[in-house]
């Protein structure tokens, strides 16, 4: 049996390999070539490999690189520093035994953080480790719409932007930026754990039914921690753009906590505040009047 680690660090070699061009690394490209990016061979001239050494390592066989050797590959393959640890990630949890039962609680976000999402005057939400919407703040709900609207195992924010049904939102210019963000953290989610049945049920399912997932979550991309600006076009408000950072809560992995600010006294500001404003006077009114926006 394959070792799962073994496994993803193949996939993510094969990925950065593709992503690379001849002349990216000083090569020329020769003839006609086969394959998207540089050739095994190539790249384990450049890392100072035996070609088939390199290939058992795509190949997710025994092999177990010393750091010497994920330092060379790691130049061949010009990783920025989140890949570079990603890479070493993988590939110590490579050398170690698979666990027979890894220990697999469930989620939850403590009474103190909960205290800390009530009294923020911000939007904010916490994500489990696999982008499960744990917990939320009125100002969230005013901004995102209500989460309770949703299914419980629905309430996942990749789930949720690869929607078919949703299809019409993915007009916005940060649509797939956005996504490869979501993404990102997922990978580092996977790189933690391979076989959770969290991850393995929702990155199946989207493999399964989404085109465009299975092209981005082949790009292998691994984020850590992000953070960007976003643009809610809100009918009752206008347009709202907000910065977003992740913030890491206790755990390994932990979840994390997703704040949306914007700079105070600014137009933008002054569009939030009126959307929390409609959002209470919406709370305070009979459920059949009250109108929901995806969580997202």
Known sequence: MTHPYAREL?????????RLSPRDVGLEPGGRRKVTGLRREELALLAGLSTDYYQRMEQGREVRPSDDVLDALAGALV??????????????AARRP???????GPEHVPASTRRLLRVMDTPAVVLGRHLDLLAWNPMAEALLGDPRDYPADRLNMLLLLFDDTRTAERTCPDWEGQALDYIGLMRAAVAADPTHPRATAI?????IRSAEFRRLWARHDVRVSVSGTKTFRIPEAGDI???????????????????????????DADRLQLLASLHATRSAAPVTSRTSRSPR
Do not use: K
């Open 241 to 267: 753009t907000l910065d977003w950072d992740t913030y890491p809560l206790p755990g390994n992995p932990g979840p994390v906590m997703l704040v949306f600010t914007t700079e105070p006294g600014s137009a």
């Open 79 to 92: 990783l920025d520093d989140d890949e570079r640890r990603h890479l070493f990630a993988l590939a110590h």
């Open 10 to 18: 193949g996939d993510f070699l094969r990925a950065r390999r593709s």
């Open 203 to 207: 990155v199946g399912e989207l493999s």
């Open 98 to 104: 698979m666990p027979e039962r890894p220990e697999r």
